[in-house]
């Protein structure tokens, strides 16, 4: 089993829809979550790093963490064309070094 | 803004060559990571460094050497490239547990 679980899609979704995005993870010493958007041959961008569970807004974006689940949510309101890109998230845990272990990512394409 | 880049976006080269692909990062953060991506099967960590002159192997680290000899820059050594290293390979650094932060990537083709 890996580490981390996420599904590769692709999802296509119309504009203006909620895009919900997610992974599941099975080592419980993670404690810091990110959420990461890549572009077609680009390399990966931050857009969310969170610290144990609860939400996290950054204007279209909310990260959820959910630890007794060991589930890791993004949602994207009002998705627009240019949110196409392959989303990855990527966890770390604060023992045994700073290694960060990524979701084989989701490719998501939002239809103007 | 961190700001990480890497010496080329493509690189073409031969079966047997030494490749030179370097990192430079201009936050001062310590750890400094050198991943490969491939198609279906995601990101996969080659080598990191906590420090200057400190390295440790990451899942696949055959075939690949590193070098750290000053803390903005880590370079990735191909011994003797072969054409099942060909991909897309990402640079990254991070501050402590903080999040990396990558490079634009260079896309290596070894024919």
């Known amino acids: 089993q890996k580490e981390v679980e996420q599904d590769p899609g692709p999802l296509s979704v119309p504009e203006g829809a909620i895009v919900s995005l997610n992974c599941t993870y099975s080592n419980s010493a993670f404690q810091y979550f990110m959420w990461y958007r890549q572009y077609s041959r680009k390399g990966p961008e931050l857009l969310m790093y969170t610290y144990s569970s609860g939400n996290k807004e950054d204007g279209r974006f909310t990260a959820q963490v959910d630890k007794s689940s060991k589930y890791i949510s993004l949602f994207i309101r009002d998705s627009q064309p240019s949110d196409s890109a392959t989303y990855l998230c990527a966890m770390t845990s604060n023992t045994g070094g700073f290694k960060t272990i990524f979701g084989a990512g989701t490719r998501l394409f939002v239809k103007a | 803004d961190v700001k990480v880049t890497q010496s080329s976006r493509y690189l073409v080269k031969r079966t047997g060559e030494k490749v030179f692909l370097e990192c430079v990062q201009d936050m001062d953060h310590e750890n400094m990571f050198w991943y490969r991506q491939d198609p279906g099967l995601g990101l996969r960590l080659i080598y990191f460094s906590y420090d200057v002159k400190m390295k440790e192997k990451g899942d696949i680290p055959e075939g690949y050497s590193v070098s750290r000899e000053k803390k903005e820059r880590f370079s990735l050594i191909l011994e003797s490239a072969s054409t099942n290293q060909t991909s897309m390979y990402l640079c990254?650094?991070?501050?402590?547990?903080?999040?990396?932060?990558f490079g634009p990537g260079t896309r290596l083709t070894v024919l």
């Open positions: 990254a650094s991070s501050l402590g547990v903080g999040a990396p932060f």
